[in-house]
């Protein structure tokens, strides 16, 4: 039911906030809204499709699962195949465009659901249940880092894959551990691209996201724009349909930044709303977790739940 509240309302909102977008690319307010309700058709019916099939033969092909994962990321660069935008290759335009970093997350949970549960003796040691499960992250880390340019990916499958290995029953101190090295790690390789100028754009979207009115025309304007849409919602919004911010003040409207849009719209209540949606999935996904018959079975809920609700954490915080 969450789910479909959720998909529900994201449907209507891509609706407002989508139409001035798509009226001034292509003459038309509802193209953005029409491809997001057929999405939602075939997200449905894959559903419940998917909900029929046993989740147990998944765990017989987690290693094909784990290469496919690998290689689907390469196909960005064949020709006539592969796709760019903004700088990035991180599409495939055909049959459909997609990024298939999208399917590497879900192949991601099926493998290191699989794996973990085969190797759950092995979790508490540092090397074979630690160590060595994330040396399967460098392969698709270093292709969405290198050739995609999508190190947001690489921080949303990071904090699924944590999370799972919580779940499974690794030790603590090993996670605590590893966050610092790896803060450290970023915060280090950052500085670096930005010495030698490369990638430092990276650096600069969190500088500007910590002080956004330094650069209030440039890298400044996007989180600007967003916080004008939050701040003018107040506590009841100014009504659905009725954000100022989306006639062209802020790029991307209907993608990246659409919760400033629901936040100008529906006010503080609806954030709420929202908020509390993903809390029941989430509070629903972990309790599916927890009554999973087998190991398997609750690594995947985990990485499930974790996917939805990691990604939704992280596109609120930027905003």
């Given at each position: 039911?969450?789910?479909?509240?959720?998909?529900?309302?994201?449907?209507?909102?891509?609706?407002?906030?989508?139409?001035?977008?798509?009226?001034?690319?292509?003459?038309?307010?509802?193209?953005?809204?029409?491809?997001?309700?057929?999405?939602?058709?075939?997200?449905?019916?894959?559903?419940?499709?998917?909900?029929?099939?046993?989740?147990?033969?998944?765990?017989?092909?987690?290693?094909?699962?784990?290469?496919?994962?690998?290689?689907?990321?390469?196909?960005?660069?064949?020709?006539?195949?592969?796709?760019?935008?903004?700088?990035?290759?991180?599409?495939?335009?055909?049959?459909?465009?997609?990024?298939?970093?999208?399917?590497?997350?879900?192949?991601?949970?099926?493998?290191?659901?699989g794996y973990l549960a085969d190797h759950k003796s092995e979790v508490t040691?540092?090397?074979?249940?630690?160590?060595?499960?994330?040396?399967?992250?460098?392969?698709?880390?270093?292709?969405?880092?290198?050739?995609?340019?999508?190190?947001?990916?690489?921080?949303?499958?990071?904090?699924?894959?944590?999370?799972?290995?919580?779940?499974?029953?690794?030790?603590?101190?090993?996670?605590?551990?590893?966050?610092?090295?790896?803060?450290?790690?970023?915060?280090?390789?950052?500085?670096?691209?930005?010495?030698?100028?490369?990638?430092?754009?990276?650096?600069?979207?969190?500088?500007?996201?910590?002080?956004?009115?330094?650069?209030?025309?440039?890298?400044?304007?996007?989180?600007?724009?967003?916080?004008?849409?939050?701040?003018?919602?107040?506590?009841?919004?100014?009504?659905?349909?009725?954000?100022?911010?989306?006639?062209?003040?802020?790029?991307?409207?209907?993608?990246?930044?659409?919760?400033?849009?629901?936040?100008?719209?529906?006010?503080?209540?609806?954030?709420?709303?929202?908020?509390?949606?993903?809390?029941?999935?989430?509070?629903?996904?972990?309790?599916?977790?927890?009554?999973?018959?087998?190991?398997?079975?609750?690594?995947?809920?985990?990485?499930?739940?974790?996917?939805?609700?990691?990604?939704?954490?992280?596109?609120?915080?930027?905003?």
């Open positions: 039911t969450v789910v479909i509240v959720l998909l529900a309302t994201g449907i209507v909102m891509v609706l407002s906030a989508s139409a001035p977008t798509s009226l001034a690319e292509n003459g038309k307010s509802y193209t953005y809204a029409v491809r997001q309700l057929g999405f939602a058709v075939l997200g449905v019916t894959a559903m419940i499709i998917i909900s029929k099939i046993d989740y147990h033969i998944y765990k017989k092909f987690y290693w094909p699962a784990y290469i496919v994962s690998v290689v689907i990321l390469l196909l960005v660069l064949v020709p006539g195949l592969g796709s760019g935008a903004n700088g990035a290759t991180r599409w495939i335009k055909w049959p459909i465009q997609f990024q298939p970093s999208e399917v590497t997350k879900v192949l991601l949970i099926i493998f290191y659901a040691d540092f090397w074979k249940g630690f160590v060595k499960p994330l040396l399967f992250l460098l392969p698709p880390f270093a292709i969405l880092f290198f050739v995609q340019n999508h190190l947001s990916v690489c921080i949303v499958i990071a904090a699924i894959v944590g999370v799972m290995m919580i779940a499974a029953g690794i030790r603590m101190l090993f996670v605590w551990g590893t966050c610092g090295a790896g803060a450290l790690g970023i915060a280090g390789l950052l500085f670096i691209m930005q010495a030698k100028d490369s990638g430092g754009f990276r650096l600069s979207r969190i500088l500007s996201f910590l002080d956004p009115w330094s650069d209030p025309t440039g890298d400044g304007w996007q989180i600007i724009q967003s916080l004008y849409a939050i701040g003018s919602g107040g506590l009841f919004g100014a009504g659905l349909g009725e954000s100022k911010q989306k006639y062209l003040y802020l790029s991307e409207p209907h993608n990246d930044f659409i919760f400033s849009i629901i936040a100008e719209e529906l006010g503080f209540v609806g954030c709420i709303l929202v908020f509390v949606l993903f809390a029941v999935f989430i509070w629903r996904g972990v309790l599916i977790a927890m009554k999973a018959p087998d190991m398997f079975g609750s690594l995947v809920a985990v990485g499930i739940t974790s996917l939805v609700g990691v990604q939704a954490i992280i596109n609120v915080a930027v905003v």
